[in-house]
């Protein structure tokens, strides 16, 4: 069987535990609850056509962002002639594609923040070119 037989024969979910996380819908329904009061969550029920207006828009536009070094964050970013200062971050994440391949190569590091005026905005600083882009916006 080779050096990882006894990997492979280990049982993962031991004999009378059950599988399920949450043992019926009740015990569910209040997590779903929290989760759909968050702003970065929308049922697939209420998404409409892209462009329309109704929640978010993608937008990829290079935008001046002012630096928080104590906080390693953005502090504010400006868009069409207005400063958007940052109140809270609400995610962090990186991307990286194709790190392979110098012609397709993505590397980001992005933030998901809730500015001052109101909104949830995406931003991302390219790693690779050293400038910052407003991924996309909420509503």
């Known amino acids: ?25 009740e015990g569910l329904r209040p997590v779903v ?3 759909l009061a968050t702003p970065w969550l929308v ?9 329309d207006g109704a929640l978010g828009r993608r937008i990829g536009d290079p935008v ?17 002639g207005c400063l958007y200062d940052v ?4 995610q962090t994440w990186t ?3 194709a790190w392979w391949d110098a012609e397709s190569r993505v590397s980001q ?3 998901r923040i809730v500015a001052a ?16 882009v407003l991924l996309g916006m909420q509503d």
């Open 117 to 132: 005026s109101g909104g949830t905005y995406d931003l991302a600083f390219d790693r690779l070119t050293g400038a910052w």
């Open 64 to 80: 001046p962002v002012s630096w928080d070094a104590s906080s390693r964050s953005p502090a504010a970013f400006a868009w069409r």
């Open 33 to 35: 609850r929290d989760l």
């Open 95 to 97: 991307v990286e594609h």
């Open 43 to 51: 049922r697939a029920s209420e998404l409409r056509r892209p462009g």
């Open 109 to 111: 590091h992005c933030w």
């Open 1 to 25: 069987m080779g050096r990882n037989a006894a990997i492979k024969q280990y049982r993962s979910l031991p004999d009378g535990l059950p599988l399920d996380l949450f043992d019926s819908a």
């Open 87 to 90: 109140v809270s971050i609400v």
